[in-house]
């Protein structure tokens, strides 16, 4: 009876060992397609649209990078990925004149392989009219990349660069 144990405890250890080399190769092959898909990985585009966002709404990153520049007035671009942008129009600081300044009008339209962001800018020095419009947060979501992005303030060009 010993020696037909030790012969069935052969075969099941022969089997197991086959069953893991089978396992061994289909993990190798599962790891194999998880790289190809990962290495293949392109940004994922949606239709081409545009919103204004609540500042405080925005995700942790962007919070991150307005309060990085609530100092500084002007306008920011973050990119998210390559699919997303989002314009921070900071006019929340003082001129040197006590004046302030405040965003209305913002649009974008796209020009071939360029992105054109449009936007009025005026100053005052009424609080009343710039409170709600001294920063504003604008997301993109892009329907391809673009091979330039320009900024237009109250039809000047305020910068052009590449994405």
Do not use: W
């Not at 069935?8 to 092959?29: A, Y």
């Not at 020095?125 to 329907?143: H, K």
């Amino acid at each position: 009876m010993e020696k037909i144990n030790k012969e069935k405890l052969k075969e099941i250890e022969e089997e197991v060992l086959s069953g893991s080399d089978f396992l061994k190769k289909l993990l190798s092959v599962i790891v194999l397609i998880l790289l190809l898909v990962g290495c293949n990985h392109e940004p994922s585009f949606s239709e081409f649209s545009f919103s204004e966002i609540n500042l405080k709404n925005a995700n942790k990153d962007v919070q991150a990078f307005i309060e990085e520049l609530e100092n500084y007035n002007g306008t920011h671009l973050y990119f998210e990925r390559d699919s997303t942008i989002y314009i921070f129009l900071n006019g929340k600081n003082e001129l040197k004149d006590g004046k302030k300044v405040y965003f209305s009008n913002f649009n974008v339209d796209v020009k071939e392989k360029t992105l054109n962001i449009y936007y009025n800018q005026k100053e005052t020095d009424d609080n009343l009219e710039i409170t709600a419009n001294d920063q504003l947060l604008y997301q993109i979501n892009l329907d391809k990349k673009y091979e330039v992005i320009k900024a237009f303030g109250n039809g000047e060009l305020k910068f052009s660069g590449r994405q």
